[in-house]
């Protein structure tokens, strides 16, 4: 090829000007619908919001989301994903709204910016309308194909114009909108705001305590209910930060888990944990709450083994606990890991028992040691005449199959009492000792020993000293 030699063809200045126009054209436009493309809108909006002066006295923008998409591309094709596309695009174009922009934000989103709609209702009863629009099956040859939408809405203030801002608040809205309850479409709400911030704060927060070993440990005792003695403690997690202070648990466990960090933390646990333990009279159990992704690294057997092969704690002394969310996604990778550990001579127990699905099925299938009533069953008792009978049941089905119950977060001495009278085998609640730092642990386990030695003292015949 001869590059010094001129091209065939020079385009004129006019042809020029027509190719950018058509490029622009392009770049602008949604090829699927004919739409305007996300930047498009954000554009509209801002000059929208910006024309007016003063202060415009608010415009809508309603972000509606198609769902089940992935599951029709999966049944049939993306072409049926893209006629499902293109016909709602005609829905919604002939929508009877007033003056609007109707744009592609991505490919299962649209964008409703309706520039006059000052009023919330009015903009609550538009996204009412525009999800059962697009909530009506779609034809796709013989077939009619089920989706659902929702659709989340932002409207400006004083204080917020800007289109960037505004379509971030419509997306926030959409996450309140697939909550059970609500009816598909929602308001933004200024407290997602927040709670995005503090979510995405909180990552950078847990993943730099991870690497900067900023975790601690605190126990909590729990006890025999037949004789009072104490049994052992379970180690909990704490985070302090400086500025967002105590992080509890149920928030860090969650981001640590969703950003590949719950492994190392794992380790880290259980090791310090066993190092702990060590120190303790060797008939108090340690019990280690583990997350479901742990079972999931590839990494868990070889992180007990070593932690308890370097600190030389026992494994038998090990309640290891799981909840039933566990067992969610792959059935047989967990079950064989837990035979594992049994197999080691540690104990496992099924937390939080009478949350989440509460499957008896699980108890069936794998031999726990120990089944955990959770808190919020114990907390029935005050409110629900049926608890006692439910609890009765739990109670007797896991003594019928070998199984120890404890039950959690006993803060009252009537819970107590009912308990014990339902032969539940362990209690643990602030009613009988908060989660505490190790250095206080002697203390306690000193003054329960003390305890119970009075207990069996005052249990044996009095001698007659005669002199
Ligand atoms: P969990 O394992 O069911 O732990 C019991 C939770 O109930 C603890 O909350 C404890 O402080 C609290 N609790 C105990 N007794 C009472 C009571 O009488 N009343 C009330 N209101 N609460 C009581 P915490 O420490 O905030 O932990 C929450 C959850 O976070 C734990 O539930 C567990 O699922 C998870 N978690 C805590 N530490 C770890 C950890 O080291 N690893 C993993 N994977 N998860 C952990
Ligand atoms: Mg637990
Ligand atoms: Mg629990």
């Known amino acids: 090829m ?29 090829q699927d619908t004919g739409f305007p493309n996300c930047e498009t809108l954000l554009a509209e909006i801002n000059t929208e919001t910006t024309k007016a002066s003063p202060l415009p006295l608010g415009a809508t923008l309603i972000e509606i989301r ?23 695009a005609d829905r919604l174009a002939l929508a009877p709204l007033t003056k609007r922009t109707i744009a592609r934000i991505d490919h299962k989103s649209f964008g409703v910016f309706l520039p006059d709609v ?15 629009l697009c909530s009506r ?13 929702i659709a989340g809405v932002a409207m ?34 200024p407290t997602e705001a927040r709670a995005a911030k503090r979510r995405s704060d909180l990552v950078s927060i847990v993943a730099k305590a991870v690497e900067q ?35 509890s648990p149920s928030e860090f466990i969650p981001i640590a888990e969703d950003n590949g960090l719950i492994s190392r933390l794992g380790a880290w646990c259980i090791e310090d944990v066993c190092r702990t333990a060590v120190e303790w009279p060797s008939h108090l159990i340690a019990a280690v709450n583990f997350s479901p992704a742990q079972f999931y690294s590839g990494t868990l057997l070889a992180e007990v083994n070593q932690a308890l092969e370097r600190t030389k704690f026992p494994a038998y002394r090990l309640d290891i606990e799981i909840t039933e969310g566990t067992f969610m996604r792959d059935q047989e990778l967990v079950l064989s890991q837990l035979n594992s550990l049994r ?62 119950v404890t039950a959690e977060g006993i803060e009252t001495t009537e819970q107590m009492r009912t308990l014990r009278n339902l032969n539940c085998d362990y209690l643990q609640g602030f009613l009988c000792g908060v989660p505490t730092a190790k250095s206080n642990l002697a203390a306690i386990i000193l003054k329960n020993f003390s305890e119970t030695l009075n207990q069996e003292n005052a249990k044996l015949p009095k001698i007659r000293v005669i002199r």
């Open 66 to 88: 198609i769902r089940g998409l992935s599951r029709i591309g999966e049944a049939y094709s993306r072409k049926a994903i893209g006629s499902v596309i293109r016909q709602l």
């Open 118 to 132: 000052a009023d919330p209702v009015l903009a609550l009863q538009t996204a009412k309308q525009l999800v059962a």
């Open 156 to 189: 400006t203030t004083p204080a917020v114009q800007d289109a960037n801002t505004l379509l971030h608040h419509a997306g926030l809205a959409l996450r309140a909108s697939s909550e059970n309850g609500s009816p598909g479409y929602a308001f933004f709400d």
């Open 2 to 30: 001869n590059l010094s030699a001129a091209p065939e063809h020079v385009p004129d200045v006019n042809e020029l000007s027509a190719l950018r126009k058509y490029l622009q054209q392009f770049s602008s436009y949604d």
């Open 343 to 404: 197999d080691m001579g540690c104990s496992i127990a099924l937390d939080d028992f009478g949350t989440g699905y509460s499957s008896l099925g699980y108890l069936w299938q794998f031999p726990f040691s120990k089944l955990k009533i959770d808190r919020s069953f114990i907390h029935a008792l005050d409110t629900t005449p049926k608890a006692p009978s439910i609890l009765k049941s739990i109670i007797d089905l896991s003594r019928n199959l070998g199984i120890e």
């Open 213 to 247: 070993d900023q975790f601690e440990m605190v126990y909590q005792p729990f006890f025999a209910f037949d004789s009072g003695k104490l049994v052992g403690f379970e180690a909990l997690m704490r985070l302090r930060h400086s500025e967002f202070g105590q992080i």
């Open 137 to 149: 099956p779609v034809p796709w040859g013989d077939h009619m194909l089920n989706i659902d939408a």
